[in-house]
């Protein structure tokens, strides 16, 4: 189970952590993606950890604003969001895969969160 949260509203320029907490089982050896989901648009990939956190990789829209990080110790990966723009609004997931290596395609993940909204006001 993953399960994502932190979400809310925020003015444009602003920062949200948002935490992606596992329990059931641990996932510190499974790469970790944030993915976000906009109305009427598919699912896009935001930034990934790998399993051990030494390799990490963003969209370009989001690089430099963005910071992933996890802590397998506590089962919990970060995302770290600053400088939002009001085209981040989105519903935001975490998904873990049975693999130890980022991901950009949603379809290989095997675990979803229930996702946690986003809304950056202009």
């Known amino acids: 189970q993953l399960q994502a949260c932190g979400g809310g509203l925020v003015q444009a320029g602003g920062s949200l952590r948002l935490p992606c907490a596992a329990s059931?089982?641990?996932?510190?050896?499974?790469?970790v993606g944030w993915f976000r989901q906009a109305p009427g648009k598919e699912h896009e990939f935001v930034a990934g950890v790998s399993w051990d956190g030494h390799n990490t990789y963003y969209s370009d829209s989001v690089k430099g604003r963005f910071t992933i990080s996890r802590d397998n110790a506590k089962n919990t990966v970060w995302l770290q969001m600053d400088s939002l723009k009001p085209e981040d609004t989105a519903v935001y997931y975490c998904?873990?895969?049975?693999?130890?290596?980022?991901?950009?395609?949603?379809?290989?993940?095997?675990?979803w969160g229930q996702g946690t909204l986003v809304t950056v006001s202009s």
């Open positions: 059931g089982r641990s996932f510190s050896s499974y790469a």
């Open positions: 998904a873990a895969r049975n693999e130890g290596w980022v991901a950009i395609i949603a379809n290989l993940h095997n675990y």
